[in-house]
Nanobody, 114 residues
Framework: QVQLVESGGGLVQPGGSLRLACVGS????????IRWYRQVPGKERAFVAR????????DYGDSLEGRFIISRDNAKNTLYLQMNNLKPEDTAVYYC???????WGKGTQVTVSS
């Protein structure tokens, strides 16, 4: 059974940083690209970033490259999202998802507020 568990969210002031993690199980982690998405109430989930199975290809959503950095450690079955210079508009629930599987994790809440 495919499972994805996100962690690392919290309350941070504008300009601060957080690192999110997503641990995958139930599938061959290093065979699949994995994505981060985020969602605010009343809106659809928005693409944040994608990393290929071994990290050789990376893509970011609009206006996020330069502040967000996606990475992965296949030895630990873990995906990361380093978020820097956070802004109030980054407030959302952040989810990870492996390509080729429909499973979503429960997400982790990020709140950027003074």
């Amino acid at each position: 059974q495919v499972q994805l568990v996100e962690s690392g969210g919290g309350l941070v002031q504008p300009g601060g940083s957080l690192r999110l993690a997503c641990v995958g199980s139930g599938f061959t982690f290093n065979w699949h690209a994995i994505r981060w998405y985020r969602q605010v109430p009343g809106k659809e989930r928005a693409f944040v970033a994608r990393i290929s199975s071994h990290g050789e290809e990376i893509d970011y959503g609009d206006s996020l490259e330069g502040r967000f950095i996606i990475s992965r450690d296949n030895a630990k079955n873990t995906l990361y999202l380093q978020m820097n210079n956070l802004k109030p508009e980054d407030t959302a629930v952040y989810y990870c998802k492996a390509d080729d599987y429909p499973t979503w994790g429960k997400g982790t809440q990020v709140t950027v507020s003074s």
